[in-house]
């Protein structure tokens, strides 16, 4: 008998995504795995329980997790779930882990080796389970999907015998991997798009994008990337000078949405409520990084806010609202990076704790906290090279 991997059923209530698809199963299988999939685990992700047997996987309940070597999950398990599971077992899922060290502890006191797949190194080996990327390329694309919705005009230029209708106005505040997406969506449904960035190398992607960037051009915006290629927190004076070019600006659009985010930190506030009270009557906003504290003031998680007359959208894991493209996703980051764990000539599971993708993402390990981001200094660090 092989390792034993349990797909749970997400218990978090707005979590609609499933850690394993139908492939990655097929895959986990071939890799030398049993498979337990909780049952209804993949339902709200269009993925019916006799689709996972069909291909060889047993569907189980909750208790299996008990006698699983790798658990996979979408979020990070809470305390009932961690109770369930054996010493020593691999949990594998997005950790959420700034801010919830009390989490973390309790996952290694229950001696877990847990991993966040969120800390995923930005390299090329990593690039297929980079679930950051993967997530918020959908997240890009269904805000803007959410905003036409909502929006209640049509978004491209309609020229028609009774008159025409202007193309809709939409500004896209963060040129990450879900603006660059919400841009390409908006722009492939006829609105006129501008975006902005504080990352100098996201003018050409946008402009590639066939959108205008907006942004104050100084010495300090040229500097303004750190080497991982994420953005730096901007000088208060800086943010002055963006934030009256991008008032000027926003009092002009019919849609604005956000999605600026730096990890480990709050959200940072982009949208003011005056900014809000200068939009056009109909006016529609989207806040992608409510779960953060949000960038647009008066944002409210898990629903659609009236504010200063804009209807400002913050729905909770946006991803998860399409949910059946999300899980496949998301699915295969999963089984990539899992199968780096795996000897090919033995079909058996080991940890090399000298691979940089283990060092960067393991989180608890062997009774400890072990990434240097969130570990006690007091603790016993993990020794390079032990399993």
């Given at each position: 008998?092989?390792?034993?991997v349990f797909v749970?059923k997400e218990i978090?209530a707005?979590?609609?995504?499933?850690?394993?698809s139908?492939?990655?199963v097929?895959?986990?299988?071939?890799?030398?795995?049993d498979?337990?999939?909780?049952?209804?685990?993949?339902a709200?992700?269009?993925?019916?329980d006799a689709?996972?047997n069909?291909?060889?996987?047993?569907i189980g309940?909750?208790?299996d997790?008990a006698?699983a070597?790798?658990?996979?999950?979408?979020?990070?398990?809470?305390s009932?779930?961690?109770?369930?599971y054996?010493?020593?077992?691999?949990?594998i899922?997005?950790?959420?882990?700034?801010?919830?060290?009390d989490a973390?502890?309790?996952?290694?006191r229950?001696?877990l080796?847990?991993?966040a797949?969120?800390?995923?190194p930005r390299?090329t080996?990593?690039?297929s389970?980079?679930v950051l990327?993967?997530q918020?390329?959908l997240?890009?694309?269904?805000?803007?999907?959410e905003?036409a919705?909502?929006?209640?005009?049509?978004m491209p230029m309609?020229?028609t015998?009774a008159?025409t209708v202007?193309a809709?106005?939409v500004?896209?505040?963060g040129?990450g991997?879900a603006?660059?997406?919400a841009?390409?969506t908006a722009?492939?449904?006829?609105?006129v798009?501008?975006a902005?960035?504080v990352r100098?190398a996201s003018?050409?992607?946008?402009?590639?994008?066939?959108?205008k960037f907006i942004?104050v051009?100084d010495?300090?915006?040229?500097?303004?990337?750190?080497s991982?290629?994420y953005?730096?927190?901007?000088?208060?004076?800086?943010?002055?000078?963006?934030?009256?070019l991008?008032?000027?600006?926003?009092?002009k659009?019919d849609?604005?949405i956000?999605?600026?985010?730096?990890p480990?930190r709050?959200?940072?506030?982009l949208?003011?409520r005056?900014?809000?009270a200068?939009?056009?009557?109909?006016?529609v906003?989207?806040d992608?990084?409510?779960?953060?504290?949000?960038n647009?003031e008066?944002s409210t998680?898990?629903g659609i806010?009236e504010v200063?007359?804009?209807?400002v959208?913050?729905?909770?894991n946006m991803a998860g609202r399409?949910?059946?493209s999300?899980s496949l996703?998301?699915?295969?980051?999963l089984?990539?990076?899992?199968e780096?764990?795996?000897?090919?000539d033995?079909k058996?599971?080991?940890?090399?704790?000298?691979d940089?993708?283990?060092?960067a993402?393991?989180l608890?390990?062997?009774?400890?906290?072990?990434?240097?981001n969130?570990?006690?200094?007091d603790q016993?660090?993990?020794?390079?090279?032990?399993?």
């Amino acid at each position: 008998m092989g390792n034993l991997v349990f797909v749970a059923k997400e218990i978090a209530a707005d979590e609609t995504r499933v850690a394993a698809s139908v492939e990655t199963v097929k895959k986990l299988i071939s890799l030398g795995f049993d498979v337990v999939v909780e049952a209804g685990a993949g339902a709200l992700s269009r993925i019916p329980d006799a689709d996972y047997n069909a291909i060889g996987a047993h569907i189980g309940s909750f208790a299996d997790a008990a006698k699983a070597d790798v658990v996979l999950k979408v979020r990070r398990p809470a305390s009932a779930e961690i109770a369930g599971y054996q010493h020593g077992a691999i949990v594998i899922a997005i950790m959420d882990p700034h801010g919830n060290e009390d989490a973390l502890a309790e996952m290694a006191r229950a001696g877990l080796t847990s991993f966040a797949m969120e800390l995923m190194p930005r390299i090329t080996r990593a690039q297929s389970m980079d679930v950051l990327s993967s997530q918020a390329n959908l997240a890009g694309y269904q805000a803007v999907v959410e905003a036409a919705a909502t929006y209640d005009r049509a978004m491209p230029m309609m020229m028609t015998a009774a008159g025409t209708v202007p193309a809709a106005k939409v500004f896209v505040m963060g040129a990450g991997v879900a603006g660059l997406q919400a841009i390409a969506t908006a722009r492939r449904l006829g609105a006129v798009v501008s975006a902005t960035d504080v990352r100098p190398a996201s003018k050409e992607q946008v402009a590639s994008l066939g959108a205008k960037f907006i942004a104050v051009e100084d010495e300090e915006f040229k500097a303004a990337e750190t080497s991982a290629g994420y953005a730096k927190e901007m000088s208060k004076e800086y943010q002055a000078k963006q934030a009256a070019l991008v008032a000027d600006h926003i009092s002009k659009q019919d849609i604005v949405i956000t999605t600026a985010l730096i990890p480990g930190r709050p959200a940072p506030r982009l949208v003011s409520r005056a900014m809000l009270a200068s939009m056009k009557p109909g006016a529609v906003a989207v806040d992608l990084a409510v779960e953060r504290g949000g960038n647009i003031e008066g944002s409210t998680s898990g629903g659609i806010a009236e504010v200063e007359g804009v209807r400002v959208i913050g729905f909770a894991n946006m991803a998860g609202r399409i949910s059946a493209s999300a899980s496949l996703l998301y699915a295969k980051n999963l089984v990539n990076f899992l199968e780096t764990m795996v000897n090919k000539d033995t079909k058996t599971l080991g940890l090399n704790l000298d691979d940089e993708l283990i060092r960067a993402t393991m989180l608890t390990h062997s009774g400890v906290v072990v990434h240097p981001n969130f570990s006690d200094p007091d603790q016993a660090i993990v020794k390079k090279g032990e399993v």
